[in-house]
């Protein structure tokens, strides 16, 4: 069983930036992939960023070149800088890590969620 706590979100203006960080603990296995998610009201969840399960980053088009991922301590930690930030960002941002080693099709645990809002 995996735990994931994220934490660093909050209420910042177009531009500016955050650090998520999302602490995992339990059983992690070399061939589970990691990733962040986001789920604005009224939207469906969309893939962010993540770790593939082979170790390389990967980024949706709308983040890329604004957000960067880092991962410590092996596979326990993993954080992602959110510059440049945009009113269209504003989501409840998951932390995930899947079971099945696919970001695209995310089978796993998650964890609570931290709401990230961003206004002009």
């Known amino acids: 069983q995996v735990q994931l706590v994220e934490s660093g979100g909050g209420l910042v203006q177009a531009g500016e930036s955050l650090r998520l960080s999302c602490a995992a603990s339990?059983?992690?296995?070399?061939?589970?992939?990691m990733g962040w998610y986001r789920q604005a009201p009224g939207k469906q969840r969309e893939f962010v960023a993540g770790?593939?399960?082979?170790?390389?980053?990967s980024y949706s088009d709308s983040v890329k070149g604004r957000f960067t991922l880092t991962r410590t301590n092996a596979k326990n930690r993993m954080d992602l800088q959110m510059n440049s930030l945009k009113p269209e960002d504003t989501a409840v941002y998951y932390c995930?890590?899947?079971?099945?080693?696919?970001?695209?099709?995310?089978?796993?645990?998650w964890g609570q969620g931290t709401q990230v809002t961003v206004f002009s």
């Open positions: 995930a890590v899947l079971i099945n080693g696919d970001l695209r099709i995310p089978i796993g645990s």
């Open positions: 339990g059983s992690i296995r070399s061939n589970y992939a």
């Open positions: 770790f593939t399960s082979g170790g390389m980053t």
